[in-house]
């Protein structure tokens, strides 16, 4: 089984006057965090690399997921990104590897999130899940492929809300593969607290990381439409491609 490693280095998917879009590598922090001073971060290595010291994101990616990331290259153009996400402007769509083989290929999830609160069954503050009062929240989700108990899913979040493909995807049944948050073992997350990611830790989990993968990113700019798509990361397609040969939807 392949995995992310330390190495990789983040890539430019795609060079505009204004902007980059990277493809962000797993475990990288998309910019540099106090507490996590042993992490490499997608921003300090841009702007190292370019000597750009107002390349700035105006979006974030979690630091297991790799994939499509935005990096604005002055002040201006970060003006104009905050616009784009802050009105919705900007399309974005993930791959990911879950649990499962859904009985459906295509199907929308209109179902609202919001923190589900610490209980004797839940003992992690940040959990989202689906709850009466939480706020809208809408997926699309496509089936690419199943192979043995595994399936490759397309989804397209028409909201942004924290976690929303994971805890949609948990709440449908379909954990993805490596969460330690949504996953099958909800100790997992807790043990990894205490003792770091453990080799016994990542064969619980069959990932060092969870398979999410930002596969494009859209928005209008200067009057044409702008579409990226950074493949599926490596150590993912390895996985998938691992799982043997399987039905295509």
């Known amino acids: 089984m392949s995995s992310p490693k330390p190495s990789d280095k983040p890539g430019v998917a795609f060079e505009h006057p204004d902007f980059y879009v990277i493809s962000k590598p797993a475990l990288w922090l998309t910019h540099p965090v106090r507490a996590r001073v042993d992490v490499p971060d997608v921003l300090t290595f841009l702007q190292r690399e370019t000597g750009e010291m107002k390349v700035a994101p105006p979006h974030r990616l979690d630091r297991e997921t790799s994939g499509a990331q935005v990096f604005s290259r002055d002040t201006d153009s970060a ?22 083989s859904p009985n459906w290929d295509a199907y929308t999830l209109d179902a609202p999130l919001g923190f589900v609160g610490l209980t004797g069954s839940n003992q992690i503050q940040i959990r989202q899940g689906v709850v009466p009062d939480g706020k809208p929240a809408t997926t699309e989700f ?23 493909i994971r805890a949609h995807l948990s709440h449908l049944g379909l954990p993805m593969v490596g969460d330690k948050i949504y996953g099958r073992d909800p100790e997992v997350f807790l043990d990894f607290i205490q003792s770091g990611q453990t080799d016994e830790l990542t064969r619980r989990l069959l990932l060092p990381r969870q398979a999410l993968h930002a596969h494009s990113i859209s928005f209008g700019w200067d009057g044409a439409q702008v579409r990226v798509e950074v493949p599926l990361a490596a150590d993912l397609q390895a996985f998938w491609d691992g799982l043997g040969e399987g039905q295509e939807a």
């Open 79 to 100: 003006r104009r990104f905050f616009t784009l996400f802050k009105e919705h402007l900007v399309g974005k769509s993930y791959l990911a590897v879950v649990h499962g």
């Open 142 to 164: 496509k089936v690419l492929g199943r192979r043995n108990g595994f399936a490759l899913i397309h989804a397209f979040p028409r909201s942004g809300r924290l976690h929303q």
